[in-house]
């Protein structure tokens, strides 16, 4: 039992999917997971370990923005030894070929926040994924057929900013979308030495102005699911 889980350590298994919102960890279970079981509901963040394909698997909300992800995802390596883990987030795009539902990969995450700086302050540390991740979900996202993109994602502290000037001059140089904890979970990662990929269903576009239900964003993005599972299993 850690402070913000309350699992014992056998109850978590060593790979894990990441989405912010539990109730979307609620959905995967209910519908990608076989014979899966609550292990943690402490302050609402629901945590499930089922079998996928024959392999154990949990899945546990984060919620939203790099401080909350941070608690989870060094609780989860620190106490209960997950080794491999897969954000299944939504993100904004902020490129025109980019579009609601498609996936994307963060190779890399820029980000806003002062959490990686506070331990390196005259440092700019890369936020990367695993090269190993990143390769078989854009192999499995391929031959699904899925729309995929692979490049950098801005981790943003703040979902209503006063100005998009900066966000859309990140994407003038590349950066494909926006969302809240890429950054952090690949920081994490890299400190504690296991491995992490973010990849994320476009839920809204900030060019064009079109986006998903709220609904769509607490369940479905199926297609993700898919990738992401078998991604963690092979
Ligand atoms: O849908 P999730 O995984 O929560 O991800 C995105 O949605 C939230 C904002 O609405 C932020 O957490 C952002 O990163
Ligand atoms: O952080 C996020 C997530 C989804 N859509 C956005 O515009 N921002």
């Known amino acids: 039992m850690s402070i913000h889980i309350g699992a014992a350590k056998n109850q978590v298994s060593d790979k894990i999917l990441l989405p912010g919102d539990p109730l979307r960890a609620k959905y995967i279970a209910e519908n990608f997971l076989e014979d899966a079981v609550l292990y943690n509901e402490v302050r609402g963040m629901y945590g499930y370990t089922g079998t996928y394909k024959g392999q154990k698997v949990s899945v546990q909300g984060t919620g939203m923005g790099m401080p909350s992800a941070a608690i989870y995802v060094t609780e989860l390596v620190k106490e209960y030894d997950v080794k ?30 002062a959490i ?40 943003d502290d703040v979902f209503y900013k006063d100005s998009l000037e900066d966000t859309f001059k990140l994407g003038e140089h590349g950066v494909l979308a926006v969302e809240m904890e890429a950054a952090v979970i690949y920081y994490v990662a890299a400190k504690y030495g296991v491995d992490a990929l973010c990849m994320m269903t476009v839920s809204d576009h900030m060019l064009t102005g079109e986006e998903t239900s709220s609904e769509e964003r607490q369940t479905t993005f199926d297609d993700m699911m898919i990738v992401a599972l078998d991604t963690l299993i092979s």
């Open 116 to 155: 990686i700086r506070n331990d390196f302050p005259k440092h700019d540390f890369p936020q990367i994924a695993d090269f190993d991740l990143l390769l078989k979900s854009y192999t499995a996202a391929k031959e699904n057929g899925f729309n995929v993109h692979v490049g950098n994602v801005l981790s």
């Open 84 to 113: 491999k883990m897969i954000r299944v987030g939504t993100c904004g795009s902020i490129q025109k070929d980019v579009h609601v539902r498609d996936i994307v990969l963060a190779q890399a995450a820029a980000t806003t926040s």
